[in-house]
């Protein structure tokens, strides 16, 4: 179990290697993002769209970018995974689990996902620090997420190869 914290952060959330989901919630009638880290929960008062793309351009590049680089490599056009940020060369790729601009969409960690489980027309997603999430879209979605997600990183890690052989 994480220690939640509800404080809300006026500055944008920036996603590390301890962010497992950026999810919505709505506090009276606002928009805001809550970031599921391995050990603690914070919210933010941005979305987590406004996050995503904060993070990306923190960590020396823009979400246009990432989301044309996946489109290019998936030849995915609709919801693609992205590489929000580099650890030592190794990719750190999220997936939405809607449209990036739906404002329910959830974005994804892909180290976060230990496990998902089918739940009518949703599914539980467990998280690798032992909690779980209830997203509305099917286990088979999320399955393909996953599946593109690890495409994409593991396109990156060769290029990052190919890079050390010159």
């Not at 996603?15 to 950026?22: D, E, F, H, M, P």
């Not at 088979?140 to 890079?163: C, F, G, H, M, P």
Request: glycine fraction near 2%; proline fraction near 6%; aromatic fraction near 10%.
């Amino acid at each position: 179990m994480v220690n939640v914290q509800v404080n809300s952060r006026s500055s944008p959330y920036i996603v590390s290697l301890k962010t497992l989901v950026l999810e919505p919630v709505f506090v009276e009638s606002r928009l805001m993002c809550r970031a599921i880290e391995e050990d603690k929960i914070l919210t933010y008062s941005h979305s987590p769209l406004h996050s995503i793309r904060n993070s990306c351009r923190h960590y020396g590049h823009s979400f246009e970018n990432a989301m044309e680089v996946a489109k290019k490599f998936l030849r995915k056009l609709h919801k693609p995974p992205i590489i929000v940020a580099y650890n030592y060369g190794g990719p750190i790729p999220f997936f939405p689990t809607l449209s990036p601009n739906a404002p329910d969409n959830i974005w994804i960690a892909l180290h976060a996902v230990a496990n998902v489980r089918s739940l009518n027309n949703a599914c539980i997603i467990h998280l690798i620090n032992g909690d779980e999430i209830k997203v509305n879209v099917s286990a088979s979605t999320i399955y393909r997420q996953v599946a593109l997600a690890n495409w994409l990183e593991k396109d990156q890690i060769r290029k990052y190869q190919e890079l050390s052989r010159f």
